[in-house]
Structures are given as structure tokens and as C-alpha cells.
């Protein structure tokens, strides 16, 4: 194309929210051409001062009114089922999804990936794989703006949020933090760099061979003493861990919760707002102590000797 209007399609998502845009285009189109073609027309024909026959004409009432209520309805109905549709595939994370971490933070993107890779403001991910990202920011509110993907969540601090794509081209695509989030917002400015499974693999073998973020997070989960209360300790009774991701928790509210990212952030840094049914809390918090990035490794252990594992690529023991 010499004259690019959208950013190139990098992913699947992308193609279908830009039929769904060019369909409110092109309907919305319709719907003023049916009203302003008439009203320039009116316009000349009735114009002050110029013989037009003017007599009342009858219509019937009912049957006109009934068209235009019906046949809008039917139309907008079905764009607001075209565009639910979009949304829901947005929002929905196919299970066999990998995982990798993002933290927002001024000014930059920290990514980790499951086998311990990290980078900042650069993004590998092989072409062809569904691509869960989980989301946290470690200050202030940032905007993950992925254009060719077509994707642009916000990273509210406190809280997890959840994206997938699919990338279905090799190349490199821009990454913008959209935003304003302090004064070097503007360069906050990152590459998502989509390989051949092929190139990947060899990107994933040449980088460093540390600690798997499983890893990490087993031995966070050591020296914050967690595993003192939460592993069998006989003298505080503290809720088992492993084996918890996943699960649902029975809660002293009478709720029930997934053990799922959320709940475990929740529980680390606010262990008074929801207690494991049976259980007291005598947990300190952890808000201050642990930050977003060692948070997400405690959270990849967890995962990683889950209930159900679909998510980790990487054998822990
Ligand atoms: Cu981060 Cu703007």
C-alpha cells in the first residue's frame, strides 16, 4: 500500500478489529448519506421563494415509523453482537497461551520471561504462538499501546491485568507506553520482536542461563520466609501453597475465590482482605517489602507447582 492508513496487522486480532471498524465505517457512511443526500436536496428544491408544490401529503404514519424503528434495531443489534464478539476473543486467553510478564515502571518496560530471560523495552516472542501477557506497573498508571497489534491496555498499579495476542508475522513492531506518566513518558518506548520458532529457540539459548522465573521465585519464597509458615510449620497455621494455583479457595466470608494472579498479589500484600476459610490472619503484609517484578517470580513458583499447570513451558521440579 503507498498510502498506509493503519499500522500493518501483526496479529489475527488485529485483522478483525479492523473489519469491525471499517463495518461501523461503512454503515455509518450509509446512514448519513440516507440523511444529508435528502436535506441538500430539500435544500435547493424548497428554497424560499421558489415554486415547489407545497400541499401536505398523506403518508401512512404506522408503517413508516415501524420500518425505521425496526430495521436500525436489527443493524445496531448486530453490530453491538459483531463488536461483543471481538471484545470476547480479545479477552479471552486460550489456555495453551505462554506467559510472559510485563512491569511498567518510569521509564520503562521490564519483560520476564518463564525461563528467566528479561529485557527491557524489548519483547521476543515467536510468530504463530498465543502470547499471554500479564501486566502490572510499579508506580504510576502506564498504557501498553501495541499499534500493529491493535491492542492498548492500561497498567494500573496494584492490580493485574490480562492480554493475549497471536502474532502472525516475523518483524519488528512498536511498543509505546500511551499514557502520560511522568516526564520521560515520551520515551518510554519499546520493540516487540516477532522470530521463527526457530530463531527464538536460538534467542532463548543464547541468553542468559540464570535462574528459570520459577526459580527465582522458590528461592524469594525461601528468604521471605514463606515457606516457614505456609510448608507444614507446626507452630503458626498458615494455609499449604503448593499445589493451591488454580484452585478454588474456600474464604472465612463464605466466598469462594480462584487461586489465580490476582488472589495471590491480593494475598501477599493485603493478607487481611480475604482469609482462607479456618484460618486467622497472621500474615504480615508484604506491600513495601517485595516489588512488582519479585512479586510475579513468587507468583511463576506458585504457578509452576500449581493444581493445573497448562501455562509453564519450563519443567520446575
Ligand atoms: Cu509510561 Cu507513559
Redesign the pocket.
Known amino acids: 500500500m503507498t498510502f498506509p492508513l493503519f499500522p500493518t496487522e501483526a496479529s489475527d486480532a488485529a485483522a478483525q478489529t479492523d473489519y469491525l471498524y471499517w463495518g461501523l465505517i461503512a454503515i455509518s457512511s450509509v446512514v448519513m448519506l440516507i440523511v444529508f443526500v435528502p436535506i441538500i436536496y430539500f435544500i435547493f428544491k424548497y428554497r424560499r421563494g421558489k415554486r415547489a408544490d407545497r400541499t401536505p401529503v398523506n403518508l401512512p404514519e404506522l408503517p413508516i415509523e415501524l420500518t425505521w424503528t425496526i430495521i436500525p434495531t436489527f443493524i445496531f443489534v448486530g453490530l453491538f453482537l459483531w463488536g461483543a464478539k471481538v471484545f470476547w476473543n480479545n479477552q479471552r486467553v486460550p489456555p495453551d497461551a505462554m506467559q510472559i510478564n510485563v512491569v ?1 515502571k ?2 520503562m518496560w521490564k519483560i520476564q520471561h518463564p525461563e528467566g530471560h528479561r529485557e527491557i523495552n524489548e519483547l521476543h516472542v515467536p510468530v504463530g504462538r498465543n502470547i499471554r501477557i500479564t501486566l502490572a506497573s510499579q508506580d ?1 498508571i ?2 501498553f499501546f501495541l499499534p500493529e497489534f491493535r491492542i492498548k491496555q492500561d497498567v494500573v498499579p496494584g492490580r493485574y491485568t490480562t492480554i493475549w495476542f497471536n502474532a502472525r508475522r516475523v518483524g519488528t513492531y512498536r511498543l509505546f ?6 516526564t520521560h ?1 515520551s520515551a ?1 518506548i519499546g520493540r516487540v520482536i516477532v522470530m521463527p520458532p526457530a530463531a527464538y529457540a536460538n534467542w532463548l539459548a543464547q541468553g542468559q542461563h540464570g535462574n528459570t522465573l520459577a526459580q527465582s521465585g522458590e528461592r524469594l519464597y525461601r528468604e521471605l520466609g514463606c515457606s516457614g509458615c505456609h510448608d507444614g510449620s507446626t507452630v503458626v497455621r498458615a494455609p499449604p501453597l503448593l499445589g493451591l494455583f488454580g484452585k478454588p479457595v474456600p474464604l472465612n466470608s463464605g466466598e469462594v475465590v480462584i487461586a489465580d494472579e490476582a488472589y495471590l498479589r491480593d494475598s501477599i500484600l493485603l493478607p487481611a482482605r480475604q482469609i482462607a476459610g479456618g484460618y486467622t490472619n497472621d500474615m504480615p503484609s508484604f506491600e513495601g517489602r517485595i516489588n512488582e517484578e519479585q512479586l510475579l517470580e513468587i507468583i511463576a513458583y506458585l504457578r509452576s507447582r500449581g493444581a493445573t499447570n497448562p501455562e509453564e513451558r519450563t519443567a520446575n521440579p
Open positions: 511498567g518510569q521509564w504510576v502506564h498504557s507506553c500511551s499514557e502520560y506518566c511522568g513518558h518510554m
